[in-house]
């Protein structure tokens, strides 16, 4: 069965940061990884898919990469702003299947 | 707005109530999806529909009963709740391409449920 982790649980920078946050299958037979954006109390907003056949994504500030091999996935945010304070969620799905999500890194960015 | 619409987005309701949640998808999918979001836990799937039909059922108690009329519209009638019931409850959207690969998932703003 599937398992996805995240780590760190929740990270504090300084506005102006680049940093890493990072996602983990135990299945390395995926056919999409996902990121996410969850704002306190509200749905999630899609960041970036990376299908099974890709190495990484960018969108902006934000580049994802995938590494199906060791099962890790990691999400770059550039320079980053305290608008960028939320938690992110990564979700694997393998075929046919649904979204298997990670518990989400929190991430704040002080001004 | 990504597309998907989920009604109410409050809900508040008895032990011994029935009501509804909606969702509604207007960008041509054909897979839905219920997701419970319970604090200091991942989402969890309840129910996947493709093209109408039930294909997963993610050990759900039976007093959350979903329906899907048509590819556009998904709903999860709710009975005899528990307050453990209490969370996020979040619709989402695909869609499969050839060969059975879903596609980019775009997620409702949810409904936040409270049992009393």
């Known amino acids: 069965k599937q398992e996805v982790t995240q780590i760190p649980a929740a990270l504090s920078v300084p506005e102006g940061e680049n940093l890493v946050l990072n996602c983990s299958f135990t299945?390395?037979?995926?056919?999409?990884l996902q990121w996410f954006r969850q704002d306190p109390g509200k749905g999630l907003t899609s960041l970036l898919l990376?299908?099974?056949?890709?190495r990484e994504q960018t969108s902006g500030r934000l580049n994802a990469s995938l590494d199906k091999s060791s099962g890790r996935s990691t999400l770059y945010i550039a320079a980053s702003q305290p608008g960028d304070s939320a938690t992110y969620l990564c979700?694997?799905?393998?075929?046919?299947?649904?979204?298997?999500f990670g518990k989400g890194t929190t991430l704040s960015v002080s001004s | 707005e990504t597309g998907v619409t989920q009604t109410p987005r409050h809900l508040v309701m008895g032990m011994t109530n029935k009501k509804s949640l909606k969702c509604e998808q207007h960008?041509?999918?054909?897979?839905m999806y219920w997701y419970k979001q319970s604090a200091k836990k991942p989402l969890e799937l309840m129910f996947v529909?493709?093209?109408?039909?039930?294909?997963e059922n993610n050990s759900v108690p039976s007093r959350f009963s979903p329906e899907c009329p048509n590819s556009s519209h998904l709903f999860l009638h709710l009975h005899t709740l528990q307050p453990e019931d209490s969370a996020l409850y979040l619709c989402?959207?695909?869609?499969?391409?050839?060969?059975?690969?879903?596609?980019?998932?775009?997620f409702g703003q949810g409904t936040r449920l409270t049992v009393v």
């Open positions: 989402a959207s695909s869609r499969h391409s050839h060969g059975d690969v879903l596609t980019e998932a775009f």
């Open positions: 299945d390395s037979a995926i056919y999409n």
């Open positions: 990376i299908q099974s056949s890709q």
């Open positions: 979700a694997a799905n393998q075929a046919g299947t649904a979204l298997i």
């Open positions: 960008l041509g999918h054909n897979a």
């Open positions: 529909y493709n093209f109408k039909e039930q294909t």
